[in-house]
């Protein structure tokens, strides 16, 4: 599955991504705001995260910037996605140090989550560590709202639980599958299974 937004290109990641991700992620500012990414993150880890098996209903992209001009191609900036965190819904992102303060989180996360409304998610949730108010600022610009509660998250980098902040979003409805996703993006295809 692939997403088209105003300026970025979402897409699943390839073996062959294994050194682009590296070179982008291998970042202690980035990865100890991620619960799961072990820190230092080698090649191994990258490869690893690669070959994950896809899920179409928790389907998790690069996050990539096309090139504009005479350089083909598009360069990664970050990566977002799905997954399944004490047995709902979760979004998560990351946006490389180099990208921060462009709004490429944003777009990524509402793209990401527009998304998740299309699959037919009727409940959404996201955190961010305490210490980490940028990405309390992202979850509300997209629509998520706070719950009220401050659970303590493990971070794997951190080799500790951290303090974090709860968000939501509670669709009204299914979102329609018409390709135009309304939020600034729109799935332009999938790559077969």
Same mark, same amino acid.
């Given at each position: ?143 998520? $709202? $706070? ?47």
């Amino acid at each position: 599955m692939f997403i088209r937004s105003e300026r970025l290109f979402l897409r699943p990641g390839w073996p062959e991504d294994r050194d682009d991700l590296l070179a982008r992620i291998a970042d202690e500012k980035i990865v100890r705001n991620l619960s799961t990414v072990p820190w230092p993150y080698t090649g191994e880890d990258a490869g690893r995260f690669l070959m994950l098996p896809e899920d179409r209903f928790l389907p998790r992209f690069l996050v990539t910037k096309p090139n504009v001009g005479a350089e083909p191609g598009a360069r990664l900036v970050g990566g977002a996605g799905l997954s399944l965190l004490d047995g709902e819904v979760n979004l998560g992102y990351w946006i490389a140090p180099g990208e921060w303060g462009r709004g490429y989180a944003t777009e990524a996360a509402r793209a990401v989550l527009n998304l998740a409304r299309t699959l037919g998610h009727r409940r959404v949730v996201a955190s961010h560590y305490i210490d980490n108010a940028a990405s309390g600022r992202v979850l509300e610009k997209v629509g998520f $709202r $706070r719950t009220g509660r401050v659970i303590e998250r493990f971070s794997k980098c951190r080799g500790h639980a951290v303090p974090s902040r709860e968000f939501e979003v509670v669709f009204d409805a299914p979102g329609q599958c018409d390709g135009d996703d309304g939020m600034g993006g729109s799935i332009i295809g999938r790559r077969a299974a």
